[in-house]
């Protein structure tokens, strides 16, 4: 399947990946060639088998207990580019 | 033109879990910001997963208890989206193979039984909270990351905002019976997406829908219905037609607007999991469900009104609490109460203390025993029903038998034939005027009743004493 | 022979005698370090501080008499994309430039349990993307074996500074190759075990279900020992699973009389080097002559296997990286008031561009529209390899093929074209995608001598058949402990 320039910049809204800078042309470009390789795929005919729910293993589950709370400053401080108030701070979200 | 509402809901209920769906922090509200963190539910790089097995349990249990088929195998899926309060910029859900699917539930509306069916029950993580008051800009608490939700949605099937109203109220009392969710809505408990189109009346076709959002409680969701209906009937008349799409429901300027257009719908890419495995629920675990399952709301609301003859409204007030329900059933299970006896004591005297005192039924030590008992203390004529409302405070409060309590408040009540007749007789004695009024004719029966009441403390059978009075004064000719 | 030169096999047993102390041995290493990682470049953090201090723990334990696991005081490199706490963990991204994990991996956990001394943490190519550790934000690692060549990637620090004597023994991640492709390059032996038998807790994810980490060493038995360490089911981790085996090293038998060993027609033709199909072949010979049972064998759906693999991986690589939004951690784009826009700009600066076409791929076969033709295909798909490799195993007990069309290439032959690129990786993406344990061992050299590799391929949870197959080959061969001279 080719894909449209205009495709390719809607995959980079939805990827939050900028389509205007210089590297995205080179990025667009090679994106042809690796869908043309990915096409392939198409060629293979699966007959009747289909994708279904991997059973092979099942049920990995947790008991329902709950640890002591945490400190914020330790956890997530130290990493966070920007923290205040206790949290992480980004720029005014409009809900 | 008449037009008939079609409404579909989507509601989320918070499961009360004692920790998060996907890793052991406290899913208990209220906390200190971010303090129930740990790097899997605030997304850090190699963090995994692991499915808290109390999710499966509750969701199946709700879906049970709606008449669902409880998919034996199902998975988990990523939705894929980003924004600052899901901070692995996915949630896990469940896409198209859900736990529960094709569900019935029942509800009452001014007396007509209605049925509203359930596409489906998912259970996913719930998001983080932003926070716009701390700060020139937006802080994330990501204590709600990750908080177990189950998520219901309807077909179509309601028509009005009051069925919507009586649905949800259904679900809420659902899942208080379940004693899976704490219903507490303030806290966001319950939450529900609103879907309203409208068509002709006697169309059987769907119209366009619009899907309406943060609509936070119940009264919310009948006002923002309402508006909605009669947005779209305006629009309609008025040559237009009705747009497909998202609309932010303002409870307190009482009008809806635009948020997102078709056009911008998102594409959340969908996909499994691969960082979880397949659920199944075998047999022996579906049985264990099963049996946790209690008689449901609307089943004892019938029971009530039709085996205990009670009005829709006792049924209703009644059935609406679990507790309540239980102590009515427990009572009338002993055999040694009429069931309308204990349920106007629950529905009046005891109902009016746990709203006086706001505490819940379940956490006094009132007891089905305890109120068996008083009930039988009043029918014997051991007390009266006005010791009867004394004795209660005490049966909330303290361990003591209803027995212990009367006997400490000496409230029991005087029946013995001679004692009482004693005296009637000392008040006769001590009353020449009564009885020369009643000679003249005049009904002093009230009078002499309450000086003998009197004389006994307020502990006389007052039957007792109505018949020997009467048979004393006939005496006197 | 200097430490840096033993095998951890040996490092251990001398280390039990006492006739050598932990603190010495790391002594030795970071020594050796300092002497040639200018020219390996094969550390993203060395962590000799950190080092130094656990081996004099260790020596102390041993002073105190305490009973201590096997490679107690052995030193080991860990990719960069496992999660070590309180150490730099960059992915060799400028997206993580700064992130220091208040947690450890699993294994990270178990190396510590162990008593293994951590040197540093090994550079890669840029969140396991790639296959020439030439994506690297930080620095390209260059091969011991010939400084202008690649390592080969994804973990191609690992692989170096095992094959550099920077470290005896590492610890890497395989998504499509990521272990095996540079252990052929490097002439070390690396394995890619069962999917699930390693945890991947705190392995920064490329693509959750095909990732799995693996050992390095310089001989079979030393991959034997790393790998029981860092075996065994974790809880933190729904996709590990308990293997049905003990201890690997205990298992060791280089005895393969009547071993069944197929040799897939389609893994020999045309794209593989002329040098690379006569050194696997001549190996295949080797087995032979002791006694094993070599034939010719079909797994005609290789040719789907590039494809499968890239649209599986870069689905899953889109969503696993889509955390990295400039919000939590590391890298934040500044000065942007617009939190859609900081998205943008933070994942558009802090990502390097082969990531970034994984991404674009990866949203693109999820995408409403193309999801049943690309992803859910290769889904059902994948089924059929699985099947396929069942098949396979019902007449052999291990599969001998090339690891890499050619031998390690030189620094920037390939690195404009990524369709090349990922050719390189068509003989090793199938072992992922159906979830196989598989082993790499050098098998000779070139003409310019590089090493050549071989790969053995066995059924689920036959890593035992791997390593004593290997090891019978090693024996014969006398490939064992090469270190590169530098």
Partial sequence: ?95 | MKYEAVIGLEVHAELSTESKIFCSCSAKFGAGINTHTCPVCTGMPGSLPVLNRQVVHYAAKMGLATGCTVNRLCKSDRKNYFYPDLPKAYQISQFDVPICENGEVYFYVDGEKKCCRLERIHFEEDAGKLLHDEIDGTVVDFNRCGVPLIEMVTRPDLHSSAEAKEFLETIKTTLSYLDICDCKMEEGSIRCDVNVSIRPEGSTELGTRVEMKNINTFSGAVRAIDFEVARQIDVVEHGGTIQQETRRWDDVKLKNTVMRTKEDAQDYRYFPDPDLIAVEIDDAWMDKIRSEIPELPVARYERYRNEFGMTAMEARQLSDSFAKAELLDAAARSGKVKPKAAANWILSDISKYLNDKAVELEDTKLTADKLIDLIVLIDKGTISGAAGKKVLPAMFETDETVEAIVGRMGLKQVSDEGAILKIVQDVLADNQKAIDDYKAGKNVTGFLVGQCMKASKGQGNPQMINKLLAQELVKLG | MELYQKTAGELSALLASKEISAVELAQDVLARTDAVEARVQGYVTVTKDAALAQAKAVDNQRAAGEPLPPLAGVPVAVKDNICTKGILTTCASKMLYNFVPPYNATVADKLAANGLVITGKANMDEFAMGSSCENSAMHPTHNPHGLDHVPGGSSGGSAAVVAAGEAPISLGSDTGGSIRQPASFCGVVGLKPTYGAVSRFGLVAFASSLDQIGPFGRSVEDVALLSDVIIGQDKMDSTSCAAPFGSLHAGLNPDVKGLKIGLPKEYFGAGISEEVRAGVLAAAETYRALGAEVFEISLPLVEYALPIYYILSSAEASSNLARFDGVKYGFRAQGIEDITELYVQSRSQGFGSEVQRRIMLGTYVLSSGYYDAYYKKARAAQRRIKAEFNGAFQKCDVILTPVAPTTAYKIGEKSTDPLEMYAGDVCTVSVNIAGLPAMVQPCGFDAHKMPIGMQLIGPRFGEQRLLNAGLAFEQASGLKNIIAAL
Avoid: C, W, Y
């Avoid at chain 1, 939050?16 to 060629?43: N, P, W, Y």
């Avoid at chain 1, 099942?58 to 640890?67: C, F, I, M, Q």
């Avoid at chain 1, 956890?75 to 580019?81: D, E, F, G, V, Y």
């Fill in chain 1, 1 to 95: 399947m080719a894909i449209s320039r205009k495709e390719i910049e809607h995959i980079a809204v939805l990827a939050r990946l900028d389509s205007t800078g210089g590297i995205f042309d080179r990025l667009a470009e090679d994106m042809q060639g690796i869908i043309g390789m990915v096409d392939k795929l198409q060629q293979l005919d699966l007959g009747d088998i289909t994708d279904q729910i991997d059973t092979e293993r099942k049920n990995a589950l947790r008991e329902d207990v709950a640890k002591p709370e945490s400190n914020p400053e330790e956890l997530i401080k130290p990493n966070a580019p920007d923290f205040q108030a206790g949290g992480v701070a980004v720029p005014r979200v409009v809900e």
